[in-house]
């Protein structure tokens, strides 16, 4: 990362500062970690059941998990820095208005716009960090880990703000999203990066791409979202029914669960530079079927142990789908980057009404146990899994023909 705080993109300008490229995905990502730690609060104060909790989920991960991959694909033709600012500042004001309305609807509504500036934001920002880190797994490693961060600060900031105001609280937690979109804009203008811009190249002859590796890759992005948002909007519940404690405890949970997250993120780079991403995604998906289990089987207390566990083998992919989808298509960064970036933290939320369904019917503990499933699903596919440019599956390299520069 230290070899590329900026970068030339060609045919226009320099990309802005992976720094500022990192904190902004944290703030963006705050407002994701927001809506699972916000619906103990609206439960509580609005009297709703399982089923209507999972349809706030849906309206921040749904909407989000269709539009990402559309503003993708229109990322790869044309380049249009504004939506980095113009998302963040959408996703901050849906979750500031979304405790203002006592109406369901109007709560989902601001919800859903929430998830609506976050799937404009993932792209555009994914292909400004490829070009910020020169491709370079520990730079993607930084970014992801930033987004991240933000994910482990929201229920931190929802905890201040609406556990001292109640719902109500909400709206104060846009201002860092106004302030982070002011800062994007003028660091835009700095870089000449203003407007919107052709990719020279890469509309007219992309890339060969392998999209075969790119299809294997997204179940296993797949299955490891609807674990993640499935424990975001349950296990704050899960843990305060288990250990028969109050809304605090379940929180202290979340908080726990994002923290080690985060940190797993940029472990994740380290142990794909000695490794090499597809061993150490594997190994990962594996440990993930007992760290699971552990959730709706260990006793007491020791329950958080298993928090952190899960925590570890979920997030230390993270970055790595991201190097590894760029990689698998790299003339259609947006593409990758909406899919891999972006849908692997939304598209869970797709199944968020139907584990709900389950938990109204079966229990939490059922939800969670569901839950183990996923990491089978993603070891199966990564035992398919190579890196790019390679033709054997079971080649576990370090880093193949991977990381190309942005074309």
């Given at each position: ?19 500022l ?6 703030v ?12 103990p ?15 706030i ?16 694909m229109?990322?790869?033709?044309r ?21 203002l ?11 859903a ?19 910020a880190?020169c491709?370079?797994?520990?730079g ?30 909400t ?8 302030v ?6 003028r ?16 509309a007219?002859?992309?890339l ?16 490891r ?23 605090g ?18 472990l994740?780079?380290?142990l ?22 552990a ?7 020791a329950v ?5 566990a ?12 991201v ?50 499933l ?14 790019p ?6 080649s ?7 990381v190309?520069?942005?074309?």
């Open positions: 990362m230290s070899a590329a705080l900026t970068a030339d993109v060609p045919g226009r300008g320099k990309s802005m500062p992976m720094w490229l990192g904190t902004g995905h944290a963006d990502d705050i407002y994701q970690g927001a809506v699972p730690a916000l619906i609060f609206l439960v509580a104060a609005r009297h709703w059941d399982y089923l209507a909790a999972s349809g989920t849906l309206a921040a991960g749904g909407l989000s998990s269709v539009l990402q991959p559309v503003f993708g229109l990322t790869d033709r380049r249009f820095p504004w939506l980095v600012p113009a998302g963040i500042s959408l996703a901050g004001a849906g979750v500031g208005l979304s405790g309305a006592h109406s369901y609807v109007l709560t989902w509504l601001a919800v716009l929430s998830g609506l500036g976050v799937a404009a934001y993932h792209p555009e920002s994914g292909r400004q960090a490829r070009a880190s491709g370079s797994q520990a993607m490693s930084w970014f992801a880990m930033g987004g991240n961060i933000g994910f482990a600060l929201g229920p931190v900031v929802v905890g201040i703000a609406v556990g001292a105001a109640g719902p109500a609280g709206l104060p937690l846009a201002g860092p999203a106004l982070c979109a002011v800062v994007t804009v660091s835009l203008k700095r870089a000449g990066l203003t407007g919107p811009a052709a990719e020279p190249g890469v007219a002859a992309p060969p791409g392998d999209w075969a590796g790119f299809a294997r890759l997204t179940v296993a992005v797949v299955a979202s609807v674990v993640a948002f499935g424990l975001g909007t349950f296990l704050a519940l899960f843990i305060e029914q288990r250990l028969r404690a109050d809304p405890v379940g929180e202290v949970a979340l908080v726990a669960f994002y923290g080690v997250g985060a940190a797993s993120t940029m994740g780079g380290r794909a530079d000695r490794f090499g991403r597809i061993r150490t995604v594997r190994v990962c998906y594996v440990l993930g079927i007992p760290s699971l289990a959730l709706w089987l260990v006793p007491g207390p958080f142990a298993a928090v952190a899960a925590a570890a083998v979920l997030y230390v992919p993270f970055s790595l789908h190097t590894l989808g760029q990689d698998y298509l790299p003339g259609r960064v947006g593409t990758a980057s909406g899919i891999t970036l972006g849908l692997a933290v939304s598209v869970g939320g797709l199944a968020a009404p139907a584990l709900g369904v389950i938990a109204e019917h079966a229990g939490l503990r059922s939800v969670i146990a569901l839950l183990t996923m990491p089978l699903v993603c070891a199966l596919v990564g035992m398919r899994m190579r890196e440019g390679t033709d054997s599956p079971a576990g390299g370090r880093e193949g023909a991977g190309q520069a942005l074309g």
